[in-house]
């Protein structure tokens, strides 16, 4: 067997440039009646309601968690070098990437995590790309040393390196950060990362990182016009072109949903396990998918729905969106808002999990009065409606009025979709 040393190629940014470059507002008619009080600048750019030092009491508006940032879509093209950035000037925010993955990213990963490594790179082979899509592994409790994967038939080694600068001199390609840190070590990781310019996107993988955490990763990354997907999460993935950690399942699930080449479907989720059926189902309903996204159950997820729909719908290989929402929050309201206003164009197939919940005998007190709603707590951080408002079964209701196309259950989501795309078609 033909043993070869892969480090990646030096000195050659593979980073595409933004599409439809220049800013947006995000929706013209405002976001009046959206619960949650989002309020936004001129150009689309969010007032945040709480800063990320705060308190979660500050933080609560209405009850509602996740913060309310929007989508930017044009690329924060910042030079190669490996030296850290600079603080962000004040003002408007940068601009993040509207393109978070195409068959030239490549990532650096951080922990020891092999076995999902490989799978990447079996993705990658199958999906015949050129060269693996990782060019590195990040591990500090080692001394530098390299790994052996498999790619195809051959064996490669690839580098491990201690220290996180000696990573990104020695890789300036690298774009994408894959973050399998625990969730002790997973916010200093990630804020160091951050340092760097050549860094668009980060996905944090680690389940139950401190709120408080997440709001400075939040707002850094606010900063420096980098996308966070997590944490609590799966990843993501791109059909074709780049899956990120485990997502997608094994090389037979791969092949079997036909993860291995793109279709027309992008679809955004907050829960990891149901996005790999949602790859099942849109592969066996439609062509298959372009892109798919979890942005993570936490209550406070370092992207939002409006993030990746309003990606998706600048994006020409889309013709529809598929958005799997959940009880807690208000986030789904704003999608609602986006297709009234006409910023959503596209046809959006929508279903939020959880309407079981008024099933259940629950009290909560809002605004010193007594009302059930079925408040209980479900397996997310986030998954918990504080409001008859965050409930499943009202923003179901919403988003059928808004124009969404919304199943009766979740059993018929598979049905809606197939029908939806013949109209596209």
Known sequence: ??????????????????????????????????????????????????????????????????????????????????????????????????????????????????????????????????????????????????????????????????????????????????????????????????????????????????????RKIIKRADEKGITIIGPATVGGIKPGCFKIGNTGGMLDNILASKLYRPGSVAYVSRSGGMSNELNNIISRTTDGVYEGVAIGGDRYPGSIYTDHVLRYQDTPGVEMIVMLGEIGGTEEYKICQGIKSGRITKPVVSWCIGTCATMFSSEVSVMGSVKSFGGVQFGHAGACANQASETAVAKNLALKEAGAFVPKSFDELGDVIKSVQKITQ
């Not at 308190?55 to 609560?60: L, N």
């Not at 994967?149 to 490669?156: P, R, S, V």
């Not at 804020?191 to 401190?210: D, L, N």
């Open 1 to 214: 067997m033909e043993m070869i040393e892969y480090s990646g190629q030096e000195g050659v940014s593979h980073r595409e440039d933004a599409v439809g470059g220049g800013e947006h507002q995000l929706f013209p008619g405002g976001l009046e009646g959206v619960p949650g009080g989002c309020v936004l600048g001129n150009i689309g750019q969010p007032v945040h309601h709480a800063a990320a030092e705060g308190t979660a009491e500050d933080a609560h508006v209405m009850g509602t968690p996740a913060s309310s940032r929007t989508a930017s879509f044009s690329e924060n093209k910042a030079g190669p070098g490996a030296s850290p950035s600079k603080k962000a000037k004040s003002g408007a925010l940068p601009v993040k990437a509207s393109t978070l993955f195409s068959k030239q990213t490549k990532s650096i990963v951080w922990g020891m995590q092999t076995r999902a490594v490989q799978g990447m790179l079996d993705f990658d082979y199958t999906c015949s790309r050129d060269e693996p899509s990782v060019s590195a592994m990040l591990y500090p409790f080692t001394g530098d040393h390299k790994q052996k994967f498999y790619w195809g038939h051959k064996e490669i080694l690839l580098p491990v390196y201690k220290n996180m600068g000696d990573a990104m001199k020695k890789h300036p390609e690298v774009d994408v950060l894959i973050n399998f840190a625990s969730l002790r070590s997973a916010f200093d990781s990630t804020m160091e990362t951050m340092q760097y310019p050549q860094i668009h996107t980060i996905a944090i993988i680690a389940e139950g990182i401190p709120e408080a955490q997440t």
